[in-house]
């Protein structure tokens, strides 16, 4: 099998960086499946369709292309659009959520993800990686970090884009989606003993990124 890197965390923990930086250094793609629930879950609002609405939200998924354009950053295109942009809000947050609590939905995007995953591996980032879409990979890390400093990160972040946000605010978004996610029946926000657990509070990305990197290279050899 292609080499696969998994990194699954909540929102916060600096996952689409890391990611991303991991990626290069290991001349890996990077699929950002967290970008694709996403990418889903703004396509049902245009749509009008409610975020529960299962069969809608199936169907919809079913219908829909998301492909990832490589580039400084890379881009996420939604039936031949750039939403790269437009799916960075805590609207969207939410509804990725949402969707990514329907089975099908769950189903239709894992299936993509092991396509692009088989024909060229990857280092894919997200919340299930290591547990359903490649529980056979040996290289599975879970990031995490303490709710202020992944609440204050997003902040930053947010503002940095021009948005009005408020610090309390992100903090209760951040600690509701943590709960939806780590509750869902399918695919929960979890991990297991064959994860790397670590704790990004107080680590710069660099660093957490030299540690996966000479993990799995040592891993590989």
Not at 144 to 151: D, H, L, V
Request: proline share 5%.
């Amino acid at each position: 099998m292609a080499q696969i890197v998994a990194i699954d965390g909540p929102s916060g923990v600096g996952k689409t960086t890391t990611s991303k930086l991991v990626a290069r250094e290991l001349n890996l793609p990077h699929i950002d499946t967290g970008a694709m629930y996403r990418a889903i879950g703004l396509a049902a609002i245009r749509r009008g369709i409610d975020v529960r609405d299962a069969v809608a939200l199936e169907a919809l998924a079913s219908h829909t292309s998301i492909e990832f354009v490589p580039g400084d950053p890379p881009r996420v295109i939604l039936d031949g659009e750039d939403i790269t942009a437009l799916i960075r809000t805590p609207q969207i947050s939410m509804a990725a959520s949402d969707v990514s609590a329907i089975p099908g939905v769950r189903r239709v995007l894992v299936e993509m993800q092991q396509a692009l995953g088989r024909r060229n591996g990857g280092v894919l980032e997200g919340r299930d990686i290591g547990t359903k879409v490649f529980p056979e990979t040996p290289y599975k890390f879970f990031l995490t970090a303490r709710p202020e400093i992944r609440a204050r990160r997003r902040h930053a972040e947010l503002v940095a884009k021009g948005q009005d946000a408020d610090f309390d605010t992100v903090l209760a978004e951040s600690t509701k989606r943590d709960e939806q996610d780590s509750s869902r029946e399918h695919s929960p926000l979890t991990y297991d003993e064959t994860y790397a657990v670590i704790d990004t509070s107080d680590h710069t990305i660099p660093e957490v990124v030299e540690e996966i990197v000479r993990s799995v290279r040592q891993r590989a050899e």
